[in-house]
């Protein structure tokens, strides 16, 4: 997909990979809305984004992905705005267990919201012209951590929900294709102060094995994956990126 003159709607895109992602699309010529549920962050880096590259090109909408309204309203908005949506990254997403409701409701119901909505709102039996969705999973998707029982759910269930919805199938439908970015360990909020966010404070020995062999990333190297896929993925893909290496295709066995 050629990525000049699309347009994107980024979730979770004030701050992290989503704020990198926003930054690469913009940077390679799309139009943005920048969807998150902290209204300063997201409007300052609008500010900024602005700035650089024009106030036609990017937008902020306030958006908490676990409110169906508030997130159908980003996508109403994106519209109004540049006429109609492309690719939508469903990336908001938190690792903290104790809170784990929560977390199942943003890192795997958000992702089905939005899924559906970009569904309904650039499927081709909707009248619309089809598009991409990119769903963030995680190295935790295919091998989980024994410290975030919770969160390796959320994030195999987000890599089992793109294969299926991403089947020729459903793109024959719709005309969206779902993918999967798996990104490994990488210099985010999202990784800080870990011990307040396992399910109990004596799993803290079980997190430092888990990341003990870990090279961390930097999420600009995540974004950067983000557009490979989109030039490159077919639908139902799903890709790691780690160590700051290329993204490669992750292979299920078919039976």
Request: aromatic share 8%.
């Amino acid at each position: 997909m050629e990525i000049k003159g699309r347009v994107a709607l980024v979730t979770g895109a004030a701050s992290g990979i989503g704020k990198a992602c926003a930054v690469e699309l913009l940077s390679q010529g799309a139009k943005v809305a920048i969807c998150d549920i902290n209204t300063e962050e997201g409007e300052k880096l609008v500010e900024t984004l602005t700035a650089k590259y024009g106030k036609d090109r990017v937008i902020f909408s306030q958006c908490d992905v676990t409110d169906y309204p508030q997130f159908e309203e980003s996508f109403q908005t994106t519209i109004a705005e540049f006429g109609h949506i492309d690719i939508v990254i469903n990336n908001a997403g938190i690792m903290n267990d104790r809170f784990w409701e929560l977390e199942v409701d943003i890192n795997l119901n958000g992702v089905i919201r939005g899924t559906l909505l970009a569904q309904r709102f650039m499927g081709t039996d909707r009248g619309g012209q089809g598009g991409v969705v990119i769903n963030t999973g995680s190295n935790v998707s295919v091998n989980p951590y024994v410290s975030v029982p919770i969160y390796s759910a959320t994030k195999a269930a987000v890599v089992n929900f793109t294969r299926a919805f991403g089947d020729q199938y459903h793109v024959n439908l719709t005309g969206v294709k779902v993918m999967a970015l798996c990104p490994s360990t990488t210099e985010t909020k999202l990784v800080q102060d870990v011990g307040r966010k396992l399910l109990l404070a004596r799993y803290e020995d079980a997190w430092q094995r888990d990341v003990a062999s870990s090279v961390f990333q930097r999420a600009e190297h995540v974004a950067k994956a983000l557009i490979h896929v989109l030039n490159t993925g077919k639908s139902g893909s799903v890709w790691m990126v780690e160590k700051e290496q290329p993204p490669y295709e992750i292979s299920f066995s078919k039976h």
